[in-house]
Protein backbone atom coordinates (compact mmCIF):
# COMPACT_ATOMS: atom_id res chain seq x y z
CA UNK A 1 0.00 0.00 0.00
CA UNK A 2 1.22 3.37 -0.91
CA UNK A 3 1.64 5.88 1.88
CA UNK A 4 -0.51 8.67 2.03
CA UNK A 5 1.37 12.18 1.84
CA UNK A 6 0.76 15.67 3.63
CA UNK A 7 0.21 18.92 1.84
CA UNK A 8 0.10 21.35 4.71
CA UNK A 9 -3.33 23.49 4.55
CA UNK A 10 -4.61 25.75 7.27
CA UNK A 11 -7.73 25.51 8.87
CA UNK A 12 -10.22 27.52 6.38
CA UNK A 13 -9.65 30.75 5.85
CA UNK A 14 -6.38 30.95 7.20
CA UNK A 15 -3.26 30.74 4.10
CA UNK A 16 -0.43 28.58 4.69
CA UNK A 17 1.66 32.16 5.62
CA UNK A 18 -1.17 33.05 8.04
CA UNK A 19 -0.51 29.88 10.09
CA UNK A 20 3.03 30.22 10.24
CA UNK A 21 2.39 33.82 11.26
CA UNK A 22 0.00 32.44 14.34
CA UNK A 23 2.96 29.22 14.65
CA UNK A 24 5.88 31.84 15.38
CA UNK A 25 5.92 31.49 18.73
CA UNK A 26 7.54 27.89 18.43
CA UNK A 27 9.91 28.78 15.88
CA UNK A 28 10.94 32.16 17.05
CA UNK A 29 11.60 30.34 20.65
CA UNK A 30 13.91 27.99 18.99
CA UNK A 31 15.78 30.74 16.53
CA UNK A 32 15.97 32.83 19.62
CA UNK A 33 17.50 30.25 22.12
CA UNK A 34 21.03 29.27 23.21
CA UNK A 35 21.42 33.01 24.12
CA UNK A 36 20.76 32.10 28.01
CA UNK A 37 24.50 32.10 29.62
CA UNK A 38 26.07 29.04 31.26
CA UNK A 39 26.72 29.06 35.32
CA UNK A 40 29.37 27.85 36.31
CA UNK A 41 28.83 24.00 37.15
CA UNK A 42 29.68 22.91 40.64
CA UNK A 43 32.21 21.25 41.28
CA UNK A 44 32.33 17.11 42.36
CA UNK A 45 32.31 17.96 46.13
CA UNK A 46 34.66 14.87 45.96
CA UNK A 47 35.62 13.39 43.02
CA UNK A 48 38.46 9.76 43.19
CA UNK A 49 41.55 10.73 43.53
CA UNK A 50 44.75 9.40 41.43
CA UNK A 51 46.07 6.45 43.08
CA UNK A 52 42.74 5.80 44.50
CA UNK A 53 42.24 1.86 45.59
CA UNK A 54 38.07 1.28 45.82
CA UNK A 55 36.35 -2.52 46.79
CA UNK A 56 33.71 -1.10 43.56
CA UNK A 57 33.89 1.11 41.12
CA UNK A 58 30.59 1.26 38.33
CA UNK A 59 30.99 3.07 35.34
CA UNK A 60 27.97 4.78 34.63
CA UNK A 61 25.00 6.62 36.56
CA UNK A 62 22.04 5.08 34.78
CA UNK A 63 19.54 2.18 35.72
CA UNK A 64 21.73 -0.61 36.06
CA UNK A 65 24.46 1.59 37.74
CA UNK A 66 22.38 2.79 40.17
CA UNK A 67 20.94 -0.48 40.92
CA UNK A 68 24.20 -2.02 41.55
CA UNK A 69 25.51 1.04 43.89
CA UNK A 70 22.86 0.72 45.74
CA UNK A 71 22.50 -2.64 46.90
CA UNK A 72 26.34 -3.06 46.86
CA UNK A 73 26.02 -0.36 49.65
CA UNK A 74 23.61 -1.53 51.62
CA UNK A 75 25.76 -4.62 51.67
CA UNK A 76 28.51 -2.47 52.99
CA UNK A 77 30.40 -2.01 50.40
CA UNK A 78 32.34 1.43 49.33
CA UNK A 79 31.52 2.03 46.02
CA UNK A 80 32.62 4.77 43.36
CA UNK A 81 30.73 6.03 40.68
CA UNK A 82 32.59 7.09 37.36
CA UNK A 83 29.68 9.66 35.57
CA UNK A 84 31.15 11.41 32.34
CA UNK A 85 28.42 14.26 32.32
CA UNK A 86 27.65 16.35 34.60
CA UNK A 87 25.35 16.38 37.90
CA UNK A 88 22.87 18.37 37.12
CA UNK A 89 22.27 20.66 40.37
CA UNK A 90 23.11 24.33 39.17
CA UNK A 91 20.39 26.97 37.34
CA UNK A 92 21.34 28.40 34.51
CA UNK A 93 21.10 32.16 34.45
CA UNK A 94 17.08 31.69 33.99
CA UNK A 95 17.10 30.11 37.32
CA UNK A 96 15.90 26.34 35.73
CA UNK A 97 18.35 23.71 35.24
CA UNK A 98 16.99 22.23 32.58
CA UNK A 99 15.32 24.53 29.33
CA UNK A 100 12.03 23.43 27.40
CA UNK A 101 11.61 21.09 24.89
CA UNK A 102 11.02 23.88 22.35
CA UNK A 103 13.65 26.31 23.54
CA UNK A 104 16.83 24.51 23.43
CA UNK A 105 20.11 26.36 24.61
CA UNK A 106 23.52 24.70 25.68
CA UNK A 107 22.27 22.81 27.99
CA UNK A 108 20.65 20.56 25.75
CA UNK A 109 23.64 19.28 23.67
CA UNK A 110 26.26 16.85 24.65
CA UNK A 111 29.06 18.08 22.91
CA UNK A 112 27.78 19.48 19.55
CA UNK A 113 27.85 22.56 18.21
CA UNK A 114 24.45 22.41 16.35
CA UNK A 115 21.31 20.89 17.88
CA UNK A 116 20.15 17.54 16.44
CA UNK A 117 16.40 17.20 17.88
CA UNK A 118 14.31 13.95 17.15
CA UNK A 119 11.68 16.16 15.52
CA UNK A 120 13.76 18.13 13.21
CA UNK A 121 11.13 20.25 10.98
CA UNK A 122 8.09 22.00 12.02
CA UNK A 123 5.63 23.00 8.97
CA UNK A 124 8.44 22.17 6.87
CA UNK A 125 10.63 24.57 8.49
CA UNK A 126 14.11 23.32 10.35
CA UNK A 127 14.48 23.76 13.67
CA UNK A 128 17.92 22.78 14.76
CA UNK A 129 20.05 25.67 15.56
CA UNK A 130 23.36 26.74 16.32
CA UNK A 131 24.43 26.38 20.13
CA UNK A 132 27.38 26.72 22.68
CA UNK A 133 29.77 23.72 23.07
CA UNK A 134 28.85 22.55 26.38
CA UNK A 135 28.49 19.01 28.35
CA UNK A 136 24.73 18.74 27.50
CA UNK A 137 22.02 16.74 28.92
CA UNK A 138 21.12 14.51 25.35
CA UNK A 139 23.99 13.04 23.44
CA UNK A 140 22.86 12.35 19.56
CA UNK A 141 25.74 9.99 18.89
CA UNK A 142 25.62 9.23 15.31
CA UNK A 143 26.91 6.19 13.94
CA UNK A 144 26.43 4.95 10.58
CA UNK A 145 22.91 4.76 9.75
CA UNK A 146 21.65 5.96 13.42
CA UNK A 147 21.92 8.41 15.23
CA UNK A 148 21.34 6.81 19.11
CA UNK A 149 19.64 9.50 21.94
CA UNK A 150 21.44 9.19 25.56
CA UNK A 151 21.07 10.21 28.97
CA UNK A 152 24.21 12.47 29.94
CA UNK A 153 24.66 13.49 33.56
CA UNK A 154 24.27 11.66 36.95
CA UNK A 155 21.24 9.56 36.52
CA UNK A 156 22.15 9.06 32.99
CA UNK A 157 18.99 8.06 30.64
CA UNK A 158 16.57 8.38 33.56
CA UNK A 159 17.12 12.18 32.75
CA UNK A 160 15.73 12.75 29.60
CA UNK A 161 13.27 10.17 28.98
CA UNK A 162 9.51 10.00 28.53
CA UNK A 163 9.49 8.12 32.18
CA UNK A 164 7.64 5.30 30.46
CA UNK A 165 7.80 2.41 32.80
CA UNK A 166 6.78 -0.51 31.08
CA UNK A 167 6.76 -3.87 32.67
CA UNK A 168 6.18 -6.40 29.19
CA UNK A 169 4.32 -9.12 28.85
CA UNK A 170 5.29 -12.31 29.97
CA UNK A 171 5.56 -14.25 27.23
CA UNK A 172 7.78 -11.39 25.42
CA UNK A 173 10.57 -11.56 28.55
CA UNK A 174 10.50 -15.51 28.02
CA UNK A 175 11.48 -15.13 24.13
CA UNK A 176 13.74 -11.90 24.71
CA UNK A 177 15.99 -13.73 27.82
CA UNK A 178 15.41 -17.35 27.48
CA UNK A 179 18.20 -17.99 30.15
CA UNK A 180 16.30 -15.99 33.11
CA UNK A 181 13.50 -17.59 35.62
CA UNK A 182 10.67 -15.81 34.36
CA UNK A 183 8.72 -16.89 37.62
CA UNK A 184 11.30 -14.79 40.04
CA UNK A 185 11.31 -11.86 37.42
CA UNK A 186 7.16 -11.34 37.73
CA UNK A 187 7.11 -12.59 41.23
CA UNK A 188 10.33 -10.63 42.78
CA UNK A 189 12.25 -8.37 40.43
CA UNK A 190 10.09 -6.20 39.00
CA UNK A 191 8.07 -5.60 41.67
CA UNK A 192 11.08 -4.85 43.33
CA UNK A 193 12.16 -2.42 40.25
CA UNK A 194 8.79 -0.55 40.16
CA UNK A 195 8.98 0.06 43.65
CA UNK A 196 12.44 1.59 43.33
CA UNK A 197 11.39 3.92 40.58
CA UNK A 198 8.39 4.90 42.11
CA UNK A 199 5.67 3.89 39.38
CA UNK A 200 2.65 4.86 38.98
CA UNK A 201 -0.50 5.19 37.13
CA UNK A 202 -2.40 8.28 35.49
CA UNK A 203 -5.96 8.65 37.42
CA UNK A 204 -8.27 7.44 34.44
CA UNK A 205 -10.87 9.87 35.23
CA UNK A 206 -8.69 13.16 35.93
CA UNK A 207 -7.50 11.65 31.93
CA UNK A 208 -10.92 12.05 31.09
CA UNK A 209 -11.22 15.91 31.80
CA UNK A 210 -7.60 16.92 31.22
CA UNK A 211 -6.88 19.39 28.58
CA UNK A 212 -3.22 18.51 28.50
CA UNK A 213 -4.55 14.59 27.40
CA UNK A 214 -6.93 15.63 24.77
CA UNK A 215 -4.35 14.44 22.20
CA UNK A 216 -4.47 10.74 23.96
CA UNK A 217 -7.92 10.94 24.08
CA UNK A 218 -8.10 11.10 19.86
CA UNK A 219 -5.20 8.66 20.04
CA UNK A 220 -7.25 6.17 22.12
CA UNK A 221 -10.56 6.67 19.56
CA UNK A 222 -9.11 6.09 16.88
CA UNK A 223 -7.18 3.32 17.40
CA UNK A 224 -10.12 1.62 19.22
CA UNK A 225 -12.29 2.65 16.20
CA UNK A 226 -9.67 0.91 14.00
CA UNK A 227 -10.03 -2.18 16.32
CA UNK A 228 -6.68 -2.13 18.14
CA UNK A 229 -6.18 -2.47 21.95
CA UNK A 230 -5.22 1.05 24.00
CA UNK A 231 -3.74 0.60 27.31
CA UNK A 232 -2.67 3.02 29.79
CA UNK A 233 0.82 3.11 30.31
CA UNK A 234 2.54 4.15 34.02
CA UNK A 235 4.96 6.00 34.14
CA UNK A 236 7.71 7.61 36.94
CA UNK A 237 6.13 10.73 36.84
CA UNK A 238 4.66 12.59 40.10
CA UNK A 239 0.61 12.49 38.70
CA UNK A 240 -0.70 14.47 42.09
CA UNK A 241 1.87 16.73 40.79
CA UNK A 242 0.72 16.82 37.38
CA UNK A 243 -2.77 17.46 38.77
CA UNK A 244 -2.03 20.61 41.01
CA UNK A 245 0.48 21.77 37.82
CA UNK A 246 -3.34 21.80 35.19
CA UNK A 247 -4.57 23.58 38.46
CA UNK A 248 -2.22 26.48 38.57
CA UNK A 249 -1.27 25.42 42.17
CA UNK A 250 2.41 24.31 41.28
CA UNK A 251 4.93 25.19 39.39
CA UNK A 252 4.70 23.66 35.62
CA UNK A 253 7.36 21.54 34.38
CA UNK A 254 5.40 18.35 32.14
CA UNK A 255 2.68 20.98 31.33
CA UNK A 256 5.59 23.81 30.74
CA UNK A 257 7.00 21.69 27.45
CA UNK A 258 9.99 20.21 29.74
CA UNK A 259 11.25 16.66 29.00
CA UNK A 260 13.86 16.22 26.31
CA UNK A 261 16.21 18.28 28.00
CA UNK A 262 15.17 17.36 31.65
CA UNK A 263 12.22 17.82 33.59
CA UNK A 264 12.66 20.50 37.07
CA UNK A 265 9.62 19.51 39.07
CA UNK A 266 7.50 16.23 38.58
CA UNK A 267 9.46 13.78 37.23
CA UNK A 268 11.22 11.17 39.43
CA UNK A 269 14.41 10.36 37.64
CA UNK A 270 16.73 8.26 39.34
CA UNK A 271 18.30 11.42 41.32
CA UNK A 272 15.18 11.26 43.18
CA UNK A 273 15.01 7.60 43.67
CA UNK A 274 17.86 4.86 43.44
CA UNK A 275 20.56 6.98 43.56
CA UNK A 276 19.40 9.20 46.59
CA UNK A 277 19.13 5.92 48.88
CA UNK A 278 22.58 5.33 47.57
CA UNK A 279 24.30 8.43 48.45
CA UNK A 280 21.93 8.42 51.54
CA UNK A 281 24.45 5.58 52.64
CA UNK A 282 27.28 7.48 52.92
CA UNK A 283 29.15 4.63 50.61
CA UNK A 284 28.39 6.20 47.59
CA UNK A 285 30.62 8.50 45.55
CA UNK A 286 29.80 10.08 42.39
CA UNK A 287 32.40 11.46 39.98
CA UNK A 288 30.58 13.62 37.41
CA UNK A 289 32.41 14.81 34.26
CA UNK A 290 35.00 11.70 34.82
CA UNK A 291 35.39 9.05 31.82
CA UNK A 292 36.95 5.76 31.77
CA UNK A 293 39.28 5.34 29.10
CA UNK A 294 40.75 1.73 30.27
CA UNK A 295 40.43 -1.21 32.54
CA UNK A 296 43.16 -3.35 32.64
CA UNK A 297 44.35 -6.64 35.30
CA UNK A 298 46.30 -5.26 38.07
CA UNK A 299 49.62 -6.84 39.12
CA UNK A 300 48.87 -6.91 42.48
CA UNK A 301 45.21 -7.86 42.13
CA UNK A 302 41.69 -6.00 40.96
CA UNK A 303 42.05 -3.57 38.29
CA UNK A 304 43.58 -0.46 37.35
CA UNK A 305 41.26 2.08 36.04
CA UNK A 306 42.45 5.05 33.42
CA UNK A 307 39.98 7.82 34.00
CA UNK A 308 39.87 11.27 31.96
CA UNK A 309 38.55 14.18 33.98
CA UNK A 310 36.97 17.30 31.69
CA UNK A 311 35.66 20.20 31.79
CA UNK A 312 32.19 21.38 30.05
CA UNK A 313 33.63 22.31 26.93
CA UNK A 314 35.21 18.32 26.82
CA UNK A 315 38.94 19.01 27.20
CA UNK A 316 40.64 16.74 29.38
CA UNK A 317 41.80 18.97 32.83
CA UNK A 318 43.11 15.46 34.21
CA UNK A 319 44.27 11.99 34.26
CA UNK A 320 43.69 9.35 36.72
CA UNK A 321 44.49 5.99 37.52
CA UNK A 322 42.96 3.98 39.90
CA UNK A 323 42.93 0.41 41.37
CA UNK A 324 39.13 -1.43 42.02
CA UNK A 325 38.49 -5.01 43.30
CA UNK A 326 35.42 -5.25 40.90
CA UNK A 327 34.56 -3.33 37.91
CA UNK A 328 30.90 -2.92 36.90
CA UNK A 329 30.28 -1.80 33.43
CA UNK A 330 27.18 0.45 33.38
CA UNK A 331 27.71 3.01 30.83
CA UNK A 332 24.48 2.09 28.62
CA UNK A 333 23.96 -0.32 26.12
CA UNK A 334 26.66 2.20 23.51
CA UNK A 335 28.66 3.28 25.96
CA UNK A 336 29.36 -0.16 27.04
CA UNK A 337 30.01 -2.06 24.61
CA UNK A 338 32.26 0.79 22.72
CA UNK A 339 34.68 0.03 25.89
CA UNK A 340 34.49 -3.54 25.92
CA UNK A 341 35.34 -3.71 22.28
CA UNK A 342 37.96 -1.11 22.41
CA UNK A 343 38.87 -3.07 25.63
CA UNK A 344 39.52 -6.67 23.92
CA UNK A 345 40.92 -5.06 20.81
CA UNK A 346 43.73 -3.27 21.87
CA UNK A 347 44.83 -6.03 24.50
CA UNK A 348 43.80 -4.29 27.96
CA UNK A 349 41.33 -7.30 28.38
CA UNK A 350 42.28 -9.50 25.20
CA UNK A 351 40.52 -12.63 27.40
CA UNK A 352 37.11 -10.90 26.67
CA UNK A 353 34.74 -13.38 24.18
CA UNK A 354 33.94 -13.10 20.70
CA UNK A 355 30.00 -11.78 21.70
CA UNK A 356 31.52 -8.64 23.13
CA UNK A 357 29.75 -6.31 20.91
CA UNK A 358 27.02 -8.49 19.54
CA UNK A 359 23.28 -8.80 19.16
CA UNK A 360 22.93 -4.85 19.60
CA UNK A 361 19.94 -3.28 18.59
CA UNK A 362 17.58 -0.23 18.50
CA UNK A 363 14.13 -1.79 19.83
CA UNK A 364 12.35 -1.19 16.70
CA UNK A 365 12.06 2.51 17.32
CA UNK A 366 10.63 4.51 14.56
CA UNK A 367 8.18 7.56 14.68
CA UNK A 368 5.79 9.12 12.54
CA UNK A 369 2.82 11.55 12.62
CA UNK A 370 -0.47 11.79 11.18
CA UNK A 371 -2.60 14.70 10.16
CA UNK A 372 -6.14 14.79 12.03
CA UNK A 373 -8.76 16.57 10.73
CA UNK A 374 -9.71 19.96 11.83
CA UNK A 375 -12.71 18.55 14.40
CA UNK A 376 -10.07 16.42 16.09
CA UNK A 377 -8.05 19.09 17.28
CA UNK A 378 -5.24 17.50 19.44
CA UNK A 379 -4.97 20.72 22.03
CA UNK A 380 -2.82 23.45 22.35
CA UNK A 381 -1.61 22.45 25.45
CA UNK A 382 -0.06 18.89 25.98
CA UNK A 383 1.93 17.13 28.55
CA UNK A 384 5.01 16.25 27.97
CA UNK A 385 4.60 12.57 29.64
CA UNK A 386 3.33 10.23 27.91
CA UNK A 387 0.66 7.64 29.18
CA UNK A 388 -0.74 5.75 26.42
CA UNK A 389 -0.44 3.33 23.55
CA UNK A 390 -1.97 0.89 20.87
CA UNK A 391 -0.90 -2.39 21.18
CA UNK A 392 -0.68 -4.36 18.14
CA UNK A 393 2.39 -6.50 19.22
CA UNK A 394 0.88 -10.21 18.62
CA UNK A 395 -0.23 -9.65 15.76
CA UNK A 396 1.68 -6.84 13.94
CA UNK A 397 4.87 -6.94 15.37
CA UNK A 398 4.08 -2.80 17.08
CA UNK A 399 3.44 -1.16 19.99
CA UNK A 400 2.65 2.43 19.41
CA UNK A 401 3.24 5.14 22.17
CA UNK A 402 0.54 7.58 21.83
CA UNK A 403 3.45 10.79 22.07
CA UNK A 404 2.80 14.51 22.53
CA UNK A 405 3.55 17.51 20.17
CA UNK A 406 4.41 19.92 23.35
CA UNK A 407 4.31 22.90 20.87
CA UNK A 408 2.16 25.13 22.43
CA UNK A 409 -0.62 25.42 19.61
CA UNK A 410 -3.26 23.54 17.85
CA UNK A 411 -1.88 21.32 15.16
CA UNK A 412 -4.71 18.87 14.57
CA UNK A 413 -1.44 16.14 14.47
CA UNK A 414 -1.17 13.11 16.03
CA UNK A 415 2.55 11.98 16.88
CA UNK A 416 3.62 8.35 17.61
CA UNK A 417 7.07 6.50 19.25
CA UNK A 418 6.65 2.88 18.00
CA UNK A 419 8.77 0.07 19.57
CA UNK A 420 8.44 -2.99 16.59
CA UNK A 421 9.75 -6.49 16.55
CA UNK A 422 12.73 -5.78 14.51
CA UNK A 423 15.22 -9.07 13.53
CA UNK A 424 18.13 -6.81 12.80
CA UNK A 425 21.38 -6.84 14.45
CA UNK A 426 23.99 -4.70 14.54
CA UNK A 427 27.44 -5.18 15.79
CA UNK A 428 30.16 -2.94 17.47
CA UNK A 429 34.15 -3.29 15.86
CA UNK A 430 37.18 -1.48 16.57
CA UNK A 431 38.75 0.70 13.89
CA UNK A 432 42.07 0.87 14.83
CA UNK A 433 42.86 3.31 11.75
CA UNK A 434 40.76 5.80 13.65
CA UNK A 435 41.07 4.36 16.99
CA UNK A 436 36.98 4.45 17.60
CA UNK A 437 34.71 1.56 17.64
CA UNK A 438 32.03 1.50 15.02
CA UNK A 439 28.55 0.44 14.58
CA UNK A 440 27.56 -1.45 11.51
CA UNK A 441 24.10 -0.88 11.09
CA UNK A 442 22.28 0.32 8.27
CA UNK A 443 19.74 2.62 7.60
CA UNK A 444 17.68 0.16 5.62
CA UNK A 445 17.66 -2.51 8.32
CA UNK A 446 14.40 -0.17 9.75
CA UNK A 447 12.13 -0.99 6.79
CA UNK A 448 11.14 -4.27 9.15
CA UNK A 449 10.07 -1.27 11.84
CA UNK A 450 8.21 0.29 9.36
CA UNK A 451 6.11 -1.63 7.85
CA UNK A 452 5.35 -3.17 11.47
CA UNK A 453 4.45 0.36 12.27
CA UNK A 454 2.27 0.54 9.14
CA UNK A 455 -0.05 -2.43 10.44
CA UNK A 456 -1.60 0.49 13.04
CA UNK A 457 -1.13 3.57 11.04
CA UNK A 458 -2.65 2.11 7.75
CA UNK A 459 -5.53 1.19 9.13
CA UNK A 460 -5.76 4.09 10.97
CA UNK A 461 -5.47 6.16 8.12
CA UNK A 462 -7.79 4.39 6.39
CA UNK A 463 -10.68 4.51 8.93
CA UNK A 464 -10.44 7.37 9.90
CA UNK A 465 -9.83 9.10 6.32
CA UNK A 466 -6.27 10.65 7.60
CA UNK A 467 -3.15 10.85 5.86
CA UNK A 468 0.66 10.60 7.32
CA UNK A 469 2.78 13.56 8.12
CA UNK A 470 5.75 14.99 6.02
CA UNK A 471 6.69 18.21 7.86
CA UNK A 472 7.92 16.58 10.66
CA UNK A 473 12.07 15.38 9.82
CA UNK A 474 12.87 16.61 6.81
CA UNK A 475 12.80 16.03 3.15
CA UNK A 476 9.37 15.25 2.87
CA UNK A 477 9.35 11.98 5.90
CA UNK A 478 6.79 10.12 6.57
CA UNK A 479 9.10 7.83 9.22
CA UNK A 480 12.07 9.06 10.99
CA UNK A 481 14.26 5.84 10.56
CA UNK A 482 17.31 7.05 11.42
CA UNK A 483 17.10 7.21 15.28
CA UNK A 484 16.84 5.18 18.72
CA UNK A 485 15.96 6.44 22.41
CA UNK A 486 16.09 2.40 23.50
CA UNK A 487 19.49 1.35 22.50
CA UNK A 488 20.13 -2.43 23.77
CA UNK A 489 22.56 -5.16 23.23
CA UNK A 490 26.33 -5.44 22.65
CA UNK A 491 27.12 -7.96 26.04
CA UNK A 492 24.25 -10.00 25.74
CA UNK A 493 23.47 -12.22 29.08
CA UNK A 494 24.48 -15.54 29.04
CA UNK A 495 26.95 -15.12 25.99
CA UNK A 496 29.66 -12.57 26.47
CA UNK A 497 28.96 -12.80 30.34
CA UNK A 498 27.62 -15.97 32.31
CA UNK A 499 23.68 -15.64 32.85
CA UNK A 500 24.13 -13.08 36.12
CA UNK A 501 26.45 -10.89 34.04
CA UNK A 502 30.28 -11.73 34.66
CA UNK A 503 32.20 -11.09 32.06
CA UNK A 504 33.79 -14.25 30.49
CA UNK A 505 37.45 -14.33 30.86
CA UNK A 506 37.90 -11.98 33.99
CA UNK A 507 36.46 -12.73 37.53
CA UNK A 508 35.42 -9.72 38.99
CA UNK A 509 34.51 -7.58 36.05
CA UNK A 510 30.76 -7.03 35.28
CA UNK A 511 28.04 -6.20 33.04
CA UNK A 512 25.03 -4.70 34.36
CA UNK A 513 22.93 -2.13 31.98
CA UNK A 514 21.32 -2.80 29.05
CA UNK A 515 24.34 -4.32 27.06
CA UNK A 516 22.97 -7.70 28.16
CA UNK A 517 19.47 -7.26 26.53
CA UNK A 518 19.26 -8.24 23.24
CA UNK A 519 18.52 -5.79 21.07
CA UNK A 520 14.86 -5.63 21.78
CA UNK A 521 12.63 -5.62 25.15
CA UNK A 522 9.00 -5.57 23.41
CA UNK A 523 8.36 -2.57 25.39
CA UNK A 524 10.12 0.55 26.55
CA UNK A 525 13.14 -1.36 28.08
CA UNK A 526 14.36 0.58 31.39
CA UNK A 527 12.11 -1.21 34.03
CA UNK A 528 13.31 -4.47 32.29
CA UNK A 529 17.14 -2.88 32.49
CA UNK A 530 16.16 -2.18 36.47
CA UNK A 531 15.07 -5.34 37.25
CA UNK A 532 17.58 -7.71 35.59
CA UNK A 533 20.33 -5.43 37.63
CA UNK A 534 18.52 -6.14 40.68
CA UNK A 535 18.42 -10.03 39.74
CA UNK A 536 22.31 -10.10 39.24
CA UNK A 537 23.30 -8.05 41.59
CA UNK A 538 21.42 -9.75 44.37
CA UNK A 539 23.27 -12.80 43.13
CA UNK A 540 26.84 -11.26 42.93
CA UNK A 541 26.29 -9.92 46.20
CA UNK A 542 25.03 -13.52 47.42
CA UNK A 543 28.16 -15.33 45.83
CA UNK A 544 31.05 -12.94 45.13
CA UNK A 545 31.37 -10.73 48.24
CA UNK A 546 33.54 -11.65 50.78
Known sequence: MDDKTLTVRGPKGITRRGFIGRTGSILGAVALAGHITPAQAAPPATPIADGARVPALVIGTGYGGSVAALRLAQAGVDVQMIEMGMSWDTPGSDGKIFPKVTSPDYRSFWLRTRTKAPLSNFLGFPIDKDVPKYTGILDAEDFAGITVYQGRGVGGGSLVNGGMAVTPKRANFAAVLPSVDADEMYATYYPRANAGLGVGMIDPAWFDTADCYQFSRVGRKHAQRSGFAWTFVPDVYDWDYMKQEAAGTATKSALAGEILYGNNHGKKSLVQTYLAQARATGKVTISALHKVTSVSPAAGGGYTVAIDQINTTGDTVATKTVTADRVFFAAGSVGTSKL??????????????????????????????????????????????????????????????????????????????????????????????????????????????????????????????????????????????????????????????????????????????????????????????????ERNIEKIIATDLP
Open 340 to 533: LVKLKATGALPNLNNEVGKGWGENGNVMCGRANHMWDPTGKLQSTIPCSGIDNWDAGGAFAEVAPLPTGIETYASFYLSITKNPNRGEFNWNAATGTADLSWQTAWKQPSISMAKTIFDKINSKEGTIYRTDLFGGNKIWNDTLTYHPLGGAVLNKATDNYGRLHGYTGLYVIDGALIPGNASVNPFVTITALA
